[in-house]
């Protein structure tokens, strides 16, 4: 079945930089739009943008452009997102998710990230 | 960007009973083709939001019949016949007609 799994939770210093992974199983990659979201306590959740498989085509929310910069590894079916020159607005949970024409039907379990000195 | 304005519920909703989440669009989202790109979601306490109703009015795959969607080009309602716990958790209203995607600040289901 369809499985998006991401990587543990980060704490990183304010200044500092953070990539996170999703790997992906049980779907062609390839031919996949993969977007990624973020949620912060209110509650509420933004997109940032997604990044096509394929030939690594992006479309990113004007909001994030130089925040977040996403890439594929296809050998390993594998989204991935920096995050640079983070903030205490930064801190969040990060989502990747599958979109589809029907919206986002598969969600990785998320990723905390702690912006911290 | 289409801004989402979602309605509050009544909390908490007895068991059994129905409950109906609104949601507004700051734009029409019927597309050209005839559908309107209008996605629900529920996030359950401590996990990732799982799509329940896309095109206003169709329901994902797997996902009860006891919930149904409806409205116009700008206002939305998610319908749950007979409210259960496993239906507790924030619902979310999201665009999907266009970039950037966005969402509604949620409505929270509590069960009586």
């Known amino acids: 079945q369809v499985k998006l799994l991401q990587s543990g939770a980060e704490l990183v210093k304010p200044g500092a930089s953070v990539k996170l992974s999703c790997k992906t199983s049980g779907f062609t990659f390839s031919t996949s739009y993969m977007s990624w979201l973020k949620q912060v306590p209110g509650p509420s959740i933004e997109w940032i943008g997604w990044i096509y498989a394929g030939d690594g085509g992006t479309n990113y929310n004007q909001k994030f452009k130089g925040k977040a910069t996403l890439t594929v590894d296809k050998s390993s079916s594998t989204a991935y997102m920096d995050l640079s020159s983070l903030t205490s607005e930064d801190a969040a949970v990060y989502f990747c998710?599958?979109?589809?024409?029907?919206?986002?039907?598969?969600w990785g379990q998320g990723t905390l990230v702690t912006v911290s000195s | 960007d289409i801004v989402m304005t979602q309605g509050a519920l009544p909390n908490p909703v007895p068991s059994g009973e129905s409950a109906s989440i609104t949601c507004q669009s700051s734009k029409s989202l019927l597309h050209s083709n005839g559908k309107t790109y209008l996605n629900w979601y529920l996030q359950r306490p401590g996990q990732s939001p799982q799509l329940l109703i896309y095109?206003?009015?169709t329901r994902a795959s797997g996902v009860s019949d006891r919930f149904s969607g409806s409205g116009s080009g700008t206002d939305f309602t998610l319908k749950i016949s007979s409210v259960e716990a496993e239906d507790v958790g924030v619902y979310y209203c999201q665009q999907f007609l266009e970039y950037p995607r966005t969402f509604g600040g949620g409505t929270k289901l509590e069960l009586k």
């Open positions: 095109w206003m009015s």
């Open positions: 998710a599958r979109g589809t024409t029907g919206g986002f039907a598969y």
